[in-house]
């Protein structure tokens, strides 16, 4: 069965600081890992995916890394914004009975002091 | 158009009625899926339905009734709900079903209160 944790659980960082963000699976199997981004009381918003054959990934001030083999994978945050606050959760799909199960990360609550 | 819509945005039901969940894709998806997202935890998986039928139930309560009525469309109805099952409903769409390895589109979700 799959785990994901991320950690940490929550995070407080000044306005223009560099920052990472954690997740663990304990299954290396996977054939790609994706990070959200939700805001309270809201949806999931699609961040960044890795796919397995990747090693890294970039959107504007965010990049992530996959390294399969140690069951990691990191969101950096460049010169962070009040705007990222946000929790973020990484995501990582399996094969469960045949079909897709997406099991996600316990979260990293983020807020970005001005 | 790569976009899951999920209709309301906000529900509030009382104990004893019947409401139901939309959610709608145009991308030709077979395989649909509904997560339930308690406050302050990660999503969980509920049902998924592959080519319009129920192919996984993680034995979810029978007061959520999920239904496909064609490929583009999955509804869930819920009736008798309890105000614990107040949470957010998060619909799930991927191209593929068994054994595919393509990524699933989200919807915003539909925020469910029971009083």
């Known amino acids: 069965k799959q785990e994901v944790t991320q950690i940490p659980a929550a995070l407080s960082v000044p306005e223009g600081e560099n920052l990472v963000l954690n997740c663990s699976f304990t299954?290396?199997?996977?054939?790609?890992l994706q990070w959200f981004r939700q805001d309270p009381g809201k949806g999931l918003t699609s961040l960044l995916l890795?796919?397995?054959?990747?090693r890294e990934q970039t959107s504007g001030r965010l990049n992530a890394s996959l390294d399969k083999s140690s069951g990691r994978s990191t969101l950096y945050i460049a010169a962070s914004q009040p705007g990222d606050s946000a929790t973020y959760l990484c995501?990582?799909?399996?094969?469960?009975?045949?079909?897709?199960?997406?099991?996600f990360g316990t979260g990293t609550k983020l807020q970005v002091i001005p | 158009d790569t976009e899951v819509t999920q209709t309301p945005k906000h529900l509030v039901m009382g104990m004893t009625n019947k409401k139901s969940l939309k959610c709608e894709q145009h991308?030709?998806?077979?395989?649909m899926y509904w997560y339930k997202q308690k406050a302050k935890k990660p999503p969980e998986l509920m049902f998924v339905?592959?080519?319009?039928?129920?192919?996984i139930n993680e034995s979810v309560p029978s007061r959520f009734s999920p239904e496909c009525p064609n490929s583009s469309l999955l509804n869930l109805h819920l009736h008798a709900l309890q105000p614990e099952d107040s949470a957010l409903y998060l619909c799930?769409?991927?191209?593929?079903?068994?054994?595919?390895?393509?990524?699933?589109?989200f919807g915003p979700g539909t925020r469910l209160t029971v009083l």
């Open positions: 799930a769409s991927s191209p593929n079903q068994m054994f595919s390895t393509d990524t699933q589109y």
């Open positions: 299954d290396s199997a996977i054939y790609n």
């Open positions: 890795i796919q397995s054959s990747q």
């Open positions: 995501a990582v799909p399996s094969f469960y009975r045949g079909y897709q199960k997406v099991t």
């Open positions: 991308m030709g998806h077979r395989a």
């Open positions: 339905y592959s080519y319009e039928k129920l192919s």
